[in-house]
């Protein structure tokens, strides 16, 4: 009964006109500490995600080198190694799909059928069978809008027109006609869609589609681009550059070390897929970090001012309650509830101006991030602990400040005002 | 009948400053009886204030007892002071001591919230009562700031009846009144002080001596009779 008794004393001096600039600041300031920890919680979750979830974060390009092809097959027996192929399955094979007027198909391969998750129909078993992501964006990424997204589990069953460039010599001139006459002759290839997979899982472009070796083998030419070099006689020269390195895939992100440290004990040289700059990362992520805190610190001072200038205002009113009987805790709470309830309203009110700018903004302008798979989250744990820690605060200054005003003589409280 | 509502036994109350010692109350006794309006009158500095101030358990004095309805109140807890002071002590203070953010009523019913005894739902109607009591019925629903300084202090009167207190303890009520309102506040005073409670007025005003049923003297920390009715 006391406690709905304070609330209600409590609620009749909450919005009056002397709070109301204290409310504005207080509800612009966490507001944009909210934009701020997103950007922070982006930073880190993006570093994390790919690591974690990216298989190319697991992914090393061993060279040939000087090694035989028994050297590099063995490289299968080393411990948390799960696929060893070709590196001509490395990058992804490129097409203007020929029944749409614009943008472009990947096709990646699937070297370990444990890099897909599966949401409906089933892996790629045969020739020219493709999987797609369920949210399907066959577009260059910097074309991307928000309403090029489509439903791939609707395209279930229904065929992509591609050219194949397996007939095509890359190391040849693109000027020469033997060249152009391939580019030409290339064959058609038909590919069927028989799932669709979650690109969110493991943070694949939205325009990836994934299909067997042997489809790769049906699209890609052997040659991946040749080096040009020039003769005595000032002409062209270019080498072919067949696919002789290896793509090794790891089980897990943890075991890559591992895996590198053994392929360097046997002699190989490799270079990581992906590779994210943790520094670079940490650059990024302490500029939005340190503007927070200080945010912070300057939302708690003005609290802290505000709470100062209220009970040193309300000593007749606070002398008054210790005369009609009110204890000290109870003062202290009373205080206390109209200082969190106005502190509350205003991140409510943050809050909701905030998930409007957050649905604008990442539906609008963050659609890039979309195409990545990853979603820009809210970072509910973030914001919670910030008001935790305005919660704590609070509490901790209104009773100093509560205790130092009733350690006064109550009769001379009430003539002050 | 005359029942002895509160008493004060070799009450001192001495305040330590950085120079000196000053005795504000020096070994005051005496016994307030119900149904009485005391005047406790004297110069400023005299230790009426401090005086109130026990006996209104606002202040502990430094040796001495007090004791409220037979109980000696000497050594309670802040809570239970607390306690008796939300129901058995009414205040009213020369500057009225009204929440600007409470109309009358919501003023009047602030010590009620604390006690367990009214129900939520007749606290309004025992607030208007009050109001009613002391003349107030037509500004039931105005704020502070839309009232006299008389109208003020009546609502003053009018919270401090609000959980029937047997004692009603008045520091200076007419310091800021005119003559006429004065003799209002005098009389609701006197009329509270008929109906059996216990009044005791610190005040300056000599017209206080025509309400008075006995007139009480501080004098440098002592507390003298100066007319006993």
Sequence with gaps: MKGNSLKEISLKHLFKKENALFITIITILILIIYVLLTISNLVIDYYYSMNRYNYLARTLIVEKGDKSEKDLDDISNIKHVVANVSNKYYNEFFAPILERDEGQLAIGAIINKKDLKIVKGRSPENLNEIVIPVKFCPYNEFDIEKDKFINGNKLIGSTFTIKSDKSVNYNLDHDDPKYLEMMDKRETVTLTIVGTYDSTANLVEADTAFATIKTIDNLKSPYHGGHGVIDSDGNSIFYNDEYVDRMIRVDSYKNLDYVKNELTKQGFDFWEAMSIDLMEFLTILLVPLVVSIILLIVTFVLIKNFINKKLNNRHTTLGLLKAIGYTNKDIKKLEFTENIIITLFCALVSFIIYFIVYLVVTKNFLAIFNYYSFTVKIPLFLITVLLIFIIIFIKVINNRVTHNILKQNVMQLIKED | ?229
């Design chain 2, 1 to 229: 009948m005359e029942v002895e509502s509160l008493e004060i036994k070799n009450i001192t109350k001495k305040y330590i400053t950085k120079s000196d010692e000053v005795m504000a109350v020096d070994n005051v006794s005496y016994k307030f009886l119900s149904g009485k309006f005391y005047a406790i009158m004297g110069h400023s500095g005299s230790g009426k204030s401090t005086l109130i101030s026990i006996l209104g358990t606002l202040e502990v004095p430094t040796s001495g007892s007090c004791i409220i309805g037979k109980k000696d109140i000497s050594n309670l807890s802040d809570e239970k002071l607390s306690k008796i002071r939300n129901k058995n002590i009414g205040f009213i203070f020369q500057n009225y001591a009204l929440d600007p953010n409470l109309k009358s009523y919501e003023n009047v019913i602030l010590p009620m919230y604390i006690n367990e005894k009214i129900k939520k739902e007749d606290r309004k109607n025992k607030a208007i009562e009050l109001l009613k009591y002391v003349n107030l019925e037509a500004r039931i629903e105005h704020y502070p700031r839309e009232l006299s300084g008389g109208e003020q202090q009546r609502v003053a009167i009018a919270r401090a009846l609000a959980n029937d207190p047997d004692i009603i303890l008045a520091d200076e009520p007419t310091g800021n009144l005119d003559e006429k309102n004065e003799e209002i506040i005098f009389d609701i005073l006197k009329k509270i002080s008929i109906s059996g409670r216990t009044v005791i007025v610190v005040s300056h005003n000599n017209n206080i001596l025509k309400y008075a049923d006995v007139v009480l003297y501080m004098q440098n920390g002592k507390l003298g009779v100066k007319n006993e009715g």
